[in-house]
């Protein structure tokens, strides 16, 4: 759904760092979000944070009844030009047995695009 691929504000929630653990070999942070009434399709998040990369490396998403009911995964993460990147991706919607995996096989940072790209008409395309 289009909110599983937005970034939510922080303050949209009430989160809880609940403890840590490890995540493909690394130290991590679990994280327990509870959306505000209203703002959310789920009932809760349950996120697994890279300690290093302050990445989310895992997500599972809860719905209004307590239900597992979608689950985001990084396979591998990469250091590019100095930021962890997630390379591999998949995310799962458990209800409609569906998977969706993203595969990044290059990344650039910082190439210096122009400001034309970022320009609302070019964004619409």
Do not use: C
């Not at 939510?8 to 989160?15: I, L, N």
């Not at 895992?58 to 979608?70: A, I, P, T």
């Not at 100095?82 to 990044?104: C, P, Q, S, V, Y």
């Amino acid at each position: 759904s289009y909110e599983d691929m937005q970034r939510r504000k922080p303050d949209e929630d009430d989160h809880e760092i609940t403890g840590t653990t490890t995540y493909l070999d690394r130290p991590a942070y679990i994280l327990k979000s509870v959306p505000k009434p209203g703002t959310s399709q789920y009932g809760r998040r349950e996120t697994i944070i890279d300690k290093e990369g302050l990445l989310p490396v895992s997500v599972d998403f809860y719905d209004m009844k307590g239900r597992l009911v979608k689950e985001f995964r990084v396979h591998e993460l990469k250091k590019v030009d100095g930021i962890w990147t997630a390379m591999k991706i998949e995310m799962r919607d458990l209800k409609a047995g569906h998977a969706t995996f993203m595969n990044l096989k290059q990344v650039t940072y910082n190439s210096n695009l122009g400001n034309k790209y970022f320009e609302l008409r070019n964004l619409e395309r």
